[in-house]
T-cell receptor, first 113, second 112 residues
Framework: EAGVTQFPSHSVIEKGQTVTLRCDPI?????LYWYRRVMGKEIKFLLH????????ESGMPNNRFLAERTGGTYSTLKVQPAELEDSGVYFC???????????FGPGTRLTVL | GENVEQHPSTLSVQEGDSAVIKCTYS??????FPWYKQELGKRPQLIID?????GEKKDQRIAVTLNKTAKHFSLHITETQPEDSAVYFC???????????FGKGTLLTVNP
């Protein structure tokens, strides 16, 4: 089975610009999570989807971040406008439901200059 | 919310030695504890996990122990090999949405 995929693998943007990250889950995985790791720190939870519904957005840093999962398949995470402190690696993880096991994507390394 | 502390932050061992990484958590309601291994430039990979109704789980050279009373769990790697070199993350699952709270990671280096 294909794993979780993320696009792009790297993104370098200027402060104030917009960036959209994409995550494609493993087929059949209804639960989708976004996490972020800022350099040297722990991986932190951002939000959780069940199918197309946001279940928990408590980790989203502020309203410059917008996540969507139209149709309950792939998800996007948009940062607008980007700030320096948004730099980090953004991971997507998916889980089939009822198993606890989350499978991670390779991450998108975002650098805001 | 949950808080997970992980120690040590770096660990260097000789090939063939054992390595132990320890984590503590704060929320007694947490009941699922996975360990992820992340090699340089790759995705975090689940290597072993344990649920709260079990005290120990083993998979070949890797084992995890859980002490619910003390709220700590540990990863044990025996007969370490250079390919075990990576960053290891512990995590605790909590809340109704099963989100994971991670430790800060341990950089394990196995010297040949």
């Amino acid at each position: 089975e294909a794993g979780v995929t993320q696009f792009p693998s790297h993104s370098v943007i200027e402060k104030g610009q917009t960036v959209t990250l994409r995550c494609d889950p493993i087929s059949g995985h209804d639960n989708l999570y976004w996490y972020r790791r800022v350099m040297g720190k722990e991986i932190k939870f951002l939000l959780h989807f069940v199918k197309e519904s946001k279940q928990d957005e408590s980790g989203m840093p502020n309203n410059r971040f917008l996540a969507e999962r139209t149709g309950g398949t792939y998800s996007t995470l948009k940062v607008q406008p980007a700030e320096l402190e948004d730099s980090g690696v953004y991971f997507c993880a998916t889980e089939r439901g009822g198993t606890d096991t989350q499978y991670f994507g390779p991450g998108t390394r975002l650098t805001v200059l | 919310g949950e808080n997970v502390e992980q120690h040590p932050s770096t660990l260097s061992v000789q090939e063939g030695d054992s390595a132990v990484i320890k984590c503590t958590y704060s929320d007694s309601a947490s009941n699922y504890f996975p360990w992820y291994k992340q090699e340089l430039g790759k995705r975090p990979q689940l290597i072993i996990d344990i649920r709260s109704n079990v005290g120990e789980k083993k998979d070949q050279r890797i084992a995890v122990t859980l002490n619910k009373t003390a709220k700590h769990f540990s990863l044990h790697i025996t007969e370490t090999q250079p390919e075990d070199s990576a960053v290891y993350f512990c995590a605790a699952e909590w809340g109704s949405n099963y989100k994971l709270t991670f430790g800060k990671g341990t950089l394990l280096t196995v010297n040949p």
